[in-house]
């Protein structure tokens, strides 16, 4: 009975042992060759480790836009909408102008309108030079909010949440950005169309005028002010404007009966230099007289229908209504 349970005692035995052994060989194979901790207080320090790894390169390697970057973008895009509400009164004006030199019948006029055409194109060309450095800046941010957020692993929901954000909040303001940039090219060539036609015109009716003003106003108040000199040219012009006479400056000056240095011949004289700059100045529109559309007359003696007097020269001359 003794040896029975002695034997039985040793079977146990070997049997841990065996177990113990099989265990044993079992983990140094893991380890080995398919590297693998078995016991899960190592897996798990080691999942810990690696993940804590991941994050420190993704810290490090990754740069994806930030609120001040789209800010930025914003701030542009504004900047860009304010210089086109600049560029677009510049160029209603611009029109506006354009008509009114095409219809100023006189060469003064004409050439006020121009001048004021002229301020208001180059304030426009650098109103578009503006713009286009703007544009060129918002594509620039652009751009580079698109690169930072191509660095986000496409697999991940930040990356599609923030192209998504950043598609909603950009992507029409881009292609309006767009649009302006090729719209530009084509209205800053159709107003240096308009520039270039008003600054033909007031040079031809300066080059009609001025020869024969000179001559005119030298016969007539070669010796008065300068300011009376251009009312003598004002009244010209203004009947040249007018119904009642005729419609440019060589039938109005050389009309029958009106213009004593015709028929006495001093019209003939050579204007004085101080005649000849204040034409010009007047002719280009840079003095402004004052003077009424309807007055007509310049005389030694009050005259017109209705003989009220606009203005009486210590010269001795007359400006009076028609």
Known sequence: MTARRNNRILIYVVYIICCIFTISISTLFSKIIFKVDIHPKGIQENYQKIAQEKFTITAQKIKFPTEADFMELDKLYDEILSSITNTQKLSEQIRILYDKAQNAVVCSTTHKYFNLLDENFNLYKEQ?????????????QYALC???????????????????????EFEDKYEFILAQSKLYPKEK?????????SKQLANDLFEEYFDLMCHIVYA??????????????????????HWYYPDNI????????????????????????????????YLHG?????????VVFQSKDIQGNSRI??????????????
Not at 234 to 240: A, Y
Not at 286 to 294: A, E, F, L, S, V
Not at 309 to 322: A, E, P, R, T
């Open 146 to 168: 698109l690169d930072l957020i191509s660095n986000i692993p496409e697999f991940s929901a930040l990356h599609e949440e923030m192209y998504n954000e950043f598609a909603e």
């Open 286 to 294: 840079y003095i402004d007289t004052g003077m009424p559309d309807d």
């Open 250 to 281: 060589y039938d109005v000056v050389y009309q029958s009966g009106q213009y004593t240095p015709v028929s006495s011949g001093s019209i003939n004289n050579t204007p004085s230099e101080e005649v000849i700059q204040v034409v010009s100045d």
């Open 220 to 241: 007539e108040a070669g010796i008065c002010p300068e300011m009376e000199q251009c009312y003598v040219a004002n009244v010209i012009e203004n009947r040249i404007k």
């Open 128 to 140: 578009i030079s503006i713009i286009q450095e703007q544009i060129s800046l918002f594509e620039e």
């Open 309 to 322: 007097v606009w203005q009486h020269m210590k010269s001795g001359h007359y400006f009076c209504y028609f």
């Open 189 to 197: 060539e159709e107003l240096l169309n308009y520039f270039l036609e």
